[in-house]
């Protein structure tokens, strides 16, 4: 599948968007294993969160589900059951690593398998921390598939991350909750702290000082009732559209602002944004604010913090966008992760970005864009969503056309993306390539 974007006018909006993946996913997580029932609303009802649940159901857990509805009935920290099929975990990353962790502190073997994206991303940096604990671990040259011996002996550990990752500081948590004693994860610099948030608020003793995160081992985990904020990292693609549109306004509602997650908002005020946040309160542990901001006059600047970086990890595609839109050059280093999300993220863009005639410099690190007017013509989003959404937002000013191929992992995050953008004003489209129109 194809989505088809054409230059457009967009209105001025009220909305608000799907619920945060991140903590989509550990609801799930946390409150499968907890005691008792828990109920969320605003669930994210993505395919990445669906396999997660799916997963669960598989092992034994009882889950009604509603669309954006969520009751979990709790087997407890014991009470998992072996799967006995391989458990596909689709295209999810965060899926994936947060399980490895869980399931490598079973008694009961696992194997973890995903789609061709997922199978080529890096799990050795999971493993590695893990086998430290004691568990026994198979993969296929530290790849999909993973097959997780049952075991019964996971020691907790003091873990110094070499590298800024949330999915492997989770991981190692949720080992560690079949660990004695206390376990001590020092990172390199401050992710996405969702997992910490849930645990303490099912009454697991775990703190964060600084760059470092302390877990004692729990008797159990309490059950939960949360509202699940809205998805900061969809949001940045509306905040986005509206910054390179002309005279146009938006508010969003309900966004999750949790300090770990907005980098991107500190990076846009750099850049000259005009946007602000009112009615700011918590759902659960976590903030939420109303997002208020208008058409900006952007400008190039240099991004290189490390901090900033790990705050804004998921963003950096829409960023790209946005430097090229911007007054000037903006040059961006440190961003290596990027290369092992669901593509090569540096590689893609710069590739699509090459194509519809924006300067961009790729290097091995980081890249940096030039003010350039985007072309109309096609780009190729190599099945990864935040890739595609990133190319429909640019077309929002380009001179003619765009065609994104490849789209249809959009749902891995962002269902609804193409009815929240046609709602702005957006002329999008998706059409199966046989059924293709000229542009
Ligand atoms: C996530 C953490 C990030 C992010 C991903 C979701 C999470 O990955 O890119 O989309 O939910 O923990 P890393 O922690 O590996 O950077």
């Known amino acids: 599948m194809n989505f088809y974007v054409s230059p457009s006018k967009l209105k001025d909006s009220e909305i608000s968007v799907p619920g945060d993946k991140s903590i989509s996913h550990r609801a799930l997580i946390f409150s499968a294993i907890a005691d008792g029932v828990s109920h969320f609303t605003g669930f994210l009802s993505s395919n990445d969160c669906l396999a997660t649940l799916e997963a669960f159901v598989k092992m034994g857990v009882k889950i009604e589900h509603n669309d954006t509805d969520l009751i979990v009935h709790g087997v407890g920290l014991m009470g998992l059951k072996k799967s006995t099929t391989p458990i596909d975990l689709g295209n999810s990353g965060t899926a994936v690593r947060l399980l490895t962790g869980l399931l490598s502190a079973q008694k009961f073997d696992s194997v973890l398998i995903g789609d061709s994206s997922l199978s080529k991303r890096p799990m050795s940096r999971i493993i590695r921390p893990l086998k430290e604990m004691g568990a026994e671990i198979e993969s296929c040259s530290g ?90 990292s969809s949001a940045a693609f ?146 990864d969503h935040r890739i595609a959404m990133s190319f429909a937002v640019a077309a929002i000013g380009a001179n003619n056309a765009i065609k994104i191929k490849d789209i249809e992992n959009i749902d891995t995050s962002f269902p609804g993306f193409v009815n929240l953008m046609q709602g702005i004003g957006v002329a999008i489209s998706i059409q199966e390539p046989n059924e293709r129109q000229a542009l």
């Open 143 to 232: 790849c999909l598939p993973i097959i997780l011996m049952g075991n019964k002996n996971i020691s907790s550990i003091l873990y110094e991350m070499p590298l800024a990752s949330a999915q492997v500081k989770s991981s190692i948590l949720l080992a560690s909750l079949y660990a004695n004693g206390e376990t001590t994860i020092i990172e390199p610099n401050i992710t996405r702290d969702h997992s910490e948030r849930m645990l303490r608020v099912m009454k697991c003793s775990i703190l964060n000082r600084d760059n470092k995160i302390i877990m004692k081992q729990p008797e159990k985990l309490q059950s939960l009732d949360m509202q699940i904020p809205g998805d900061f």
């Open 238 to 383: 509306l905040i986005a559209a509206f910054l390179i549109s002309t005279k146009s306004s938006l508010i969003l509602r309900d966004i999750g602002i949790n300090s770990t997650r907005i980098g991107f908002l500190t990076i846009i005020k750099q850049m000259g944004a005009k946007i602000e946040l009112s009615n700011i309160r918590s759902f659960g542990n976590e903030p939420v604010a109303d997002i208020h901001l208008e058409s900006s006059r952007l400008q190039g600047i240099d991004i290189d913090n490390p901090d900033l970086v790990s705050l804004s990890i998921d963003e950096f595609p829409i960023i790209f966008i946005l430097a090229a839109y911007a007054d000037g050059i903006t040059r961006i280093s440190g961003i290596d992760e990027l290369r092992y999300k669901e593509s090569d993220r540096i590689k893609t863009m710069c590739e699509g970005m090459q194509n519809l005639g924006v300067s961009v410099k790729e290097q091995k690190h980081g890249v940096t864009i030039a003010n350039s007017k985007f072309n109309g013509g096609e780009v190729d989003s190599y099945g």
